[in-house]
C-alpha cells in the first residue's frame, strides 16, 4: 500500500522543541519530504531526506529516518509563533514517476 | 528551486460551469503536477502533465473532468468542468526542479462552487 500516517495535531509551548511523527509502509521509498503550509498559502518545501540517510539537520530542523521502522520525524528547535503551520509528511519512489504521497497533514499549535 | 504562479488566486463558480486554472512556471520543466486539496484534507493528486504527451490520470480522475493542457515547458492549464459543490478545494500545480527529487508548489487555487 502506499500510506502515509502522521497525527493530526500537535501543541507546544513557545520556545521548546516540536517533534511531528511520521509512518510510511512503502518500503521502496526513496524520497522523504516535509513541507509546511500556513494558513491560506500554498506548500513549502522544508526539507527532504534520501533514504539512505538518517539524519539531516538545517539550522532549527532535524529530520531522523528510521528506514527499519519506517518512522519519519520532524523536529523544530526553539518553536516560534511563526511556526504555526500544517506540516505535510511526504514520500515519494523515482520508479513512481516522482509522484508523492502526502500524509494527512499535522497542525502544530504554539502556547504562549 | 521553481518560481510558480497561479491564476486566478480563488473564484466562486456557480454549479455547472467550468473553470480554468493557469499554472506558470519561471524555467522549464519536465514534469508538472495537479493536485486537489479538500477542505481540511491532505493532498490529493489528479494527474501528471509532461510536455508533448496526453496527462496521465489517477484513479478517480478523467480527462472529460479535469482536462489538461500543457502547450510548452513552462505553462499548463486545469480545468474543472461541469462543477459541483464537491470540487469546491483548493487546486496546486507543482514542478520538480532542477534536481529531480525537490518538487516545488504553487500557491494554489481556492475555489468555491455554490
Known amino acids: 500500500g502506499e500510506d502515509v500516517e502522521q497525527s493530526l495535531f500537535l501543541s507546544v509551548r513557545e520556545g521548546d522543541s516540536s517533534v511531528i511523527n511520521c509512518t510510511y509502509t512503502?518500503?521502496?521509498?526513496?524520497?522523504l519530504y516535509w513541507y509546511k503550509q500556513e494558513p491560506g498559502a500554498g506548500l513549502q518545501l522544508l526539507t527532504y531526506?534520501?533514504?539512505?540517510?538518517d539524519m539531516k539537520q538545517d539550522q532549527r530542523l532535524t529530520v531522523l529516518l528510521n528506514k527499519k521502522d519506517k518512522h519519519l520525524s520532524l523536529r523544530i528547535a526553539d518553536t516560534q509563533t511563526g511556526d504555526s503551520a500544517i506540516y505535510f509528511c511526504?514520500?515519494?519512489?523515482?520508479?513512481?514517476?516522482?509522484?508523492?504521497?502526502f500524509g494527512k497533514g499535522t497542525r502544530l499549535h504554539i502556547l504562549p | 528551486s521553481a518560481v510558480i504562479s497561479q491564476k486566478p488566486s480563488r473564484d466562486i463558480c456557480q454549479r455547472g460551469t467550468s473553470l480554468t486554472i493557469q499554472c506558470q512556471v519561471d524555467?522549464?520543466?519536465?514534469?508538472m503536477f495537479w493536485y486537489r486539496q479538500q477542505p481540511g484534507q491532505s493532498l490529493t493528486l489528479i494527474a501528471t502533465?509532461?510536455?508533448?504527451?496526453?496527462?496521465?490520470?489517477e484513479s478517480g480522475f478523467v480527462i472529460d473532468k479535469f482536462p489538461i493542457s500543457r502547450p510548452n515547458l513552462t505553462f499548463s492549464t486545469l480545468t474543472v468542468s461541469n462543477m459541483s459543490p464537491e470540487d469546491s478545494s483548493i487546486y496546486l500545480c507543482?514542478?520538480?526542479?532542477?534536481?529531480?527529487?525537490?518538487?516545488?508548489f504553487g500557491p494554489g487555487t481556492r475555489l468555491t462552487v455554490t
Open positions: 507543482s514542478v520538480v526542479g532542477t534536481v529531480s527529487y525537490e518538487q516545488y
Open positions: 512503502d518500503s521502496s521509498s526513496t524520497y
Open positions: 531526506i534520501f533514504s539512505n540517510m
Open positions: 511526504a514520500e515519494s519512489r523515482k520508479n513512481r514517476d516522482d509522484k508523492i504521497i
Open positions: 524555467s522549464q520543466v519536465t514534469m
Open positions: 502533465a509532461n510536455q508533448g504527451s496526453e496527462a496521465t490520470y
